[in-house]
């Protein structure tokens, strides 16, 4: 597999200071890290945006865990494993849609249950397992939904699922990447993705690094591009995809994937297992982050709507199973999904 500059960024990178964020806010103009050395500067850095993107939170917050342990089993020996729980708690406050979040979280915890004496060691040699079975899963992901574009053409995709979002390599970036290098696609469509931008800061620079060719639109020039032709597969990420394939993610990507398949586009979604909640039926129950309405009312704190104007600022929609033509995880490919269908998968041996 042919190797690319941006494989070797890091969004989360763990150092004997602490753990090194890659401040995501400010990117591509600036190149700025964020240190943390406790877990309340964990939390706080997944809810305003430092780390984001589905996996890249989930590794960051089992770092957080790290941080947090080292902290309590410091103060105190003889309770540290009940006083931690309140730091997991605070991380779990942080977001609430992406569930690879809760995942690491009780990853770690489990592990907390089985750890005697100083635990900072056994749950950093846990949380780097963690970081790197992710990044292995974008790999297979790459390989796998490559193999599912079957002649050269355009592709469109949404928000940032990158080396940026993940622990590495990206899980519709790393299909795009993988397919890319296989002489699959010829250009790259990327929505801006308002409020935030992902598409615009973060999925264009990733790709221009690359030397992958991107073009950028904003997400109301989606539709109007579909129908040109040209472009034969929309490819997103996920922050949690229900039991029946119901796959929330970045706002507007539901709009895709009605447009998509109005113009019989077809639509793929790329997220390892660690992205699938079995124990939500369908969409209708996955939490929808609302954000502050003042992202919507400003940009870069410069006020564009009038003084009066509301604004309703939700981060994520649910793309129903029927809409979705394939979903890849490391397990394999389910296309067309239905509730006996991923269950199949998610009980198949990796
Ligand atoms: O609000 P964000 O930037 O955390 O949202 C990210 C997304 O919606 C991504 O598409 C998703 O997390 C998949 S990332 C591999």
Not at 48 to 60: E, F, H, N, Q
Request: proline content about 3%; overall charge negative.
């Amino acid at each position: 597999m042919s190797e690319t500059r941006h494989d070797s960024i890091r969004a989360v990178e763990w150092t004997d200071q602490g753990l090194k964020l890659l401040d995501q806010r400010v990117l591509p103009l600036r190149h700025e890290h964020v240190l943390l050395e406790d877990v309340g500067g964990v939390a706080q850095a997944i809810r305003d945006m430092v780390v984001r993107g589905a996996p890249a939170i989930g590794v960051t917050a089992a770092y957080g865990v790290v941080l947090a342990a080292h902290d309590c089993y410091g103060r105190s020996s003889a309770t540290w494993k009940q006083d931690v729980e309140q730091d997991l708690q605070l991380l779990a406050a942080s977001r609430p849609t992406a569930v690879n979040l809760f995942w690491a979280i009780d990853r770690m915890r489990a592990h907390i249950a089985d750890i005697e004496g100083d635990p900072t060691g056994g749950l950093l040699a846990e949380a780097m397992r963690i970081h790197e079975e992710d990044i292995a899963a974008n790999r297979r992901m790459g390989e796998l939904g490559a193999a599912l574009i079957t002649r050269q053409c355009a592709v469109l995709t949404h928000c940032n699922t990158g080396s940026l979002a993940t622990g590495g390599y990206g899980t519709a970036l790393g299909v795009i990447r993988t397919a890319y290098g296989e002489g699959k696609i010829e250009r790259v469509y990327a929505d801006e993705t308002r409020p935030w931008l992902q598409g615009a800061r973060l999925t264009a620079w990733e790709l221009v690094e690359d030397g992958i060719p991107v073009t950028l639109l904003v997400e109301g020039a989606a539709a109007h591009l579909l129908k040109q032709g040209g472009v034969r597969w929309v490819i997103v990420g996920a922050d949690r995809i229900a039991a029946n394939g119901d796959t929330a993610n970045k706002i507007g990507t539901y709009n895709l994937a009605v447009a998509a398949r109005y113009h019989g586009v077809k639509f793929m979604v790329v997220a390892p297992t660690t992205t699938v909640d079995m124990s939500v039926h369908n969409g209708a129950a996955i939490q929808i982050e609302t954000r502050s309405p003042e992202e919507i009312l400003t940009i870069q704190g410069q006020r564009i709507a009038p003084r009066g104007a509301e604004a309703w600022n939700p981060s994520f929609d649910v793309t129903p199973a029927e809409l979705v033509d394939a979903i890849v995880t490391e397990k394999g490919v389910v296309t067309a999904p239905t509730v006996e269908k991923m269950a199949a998968m998610m009980g198949r041996h990796h």
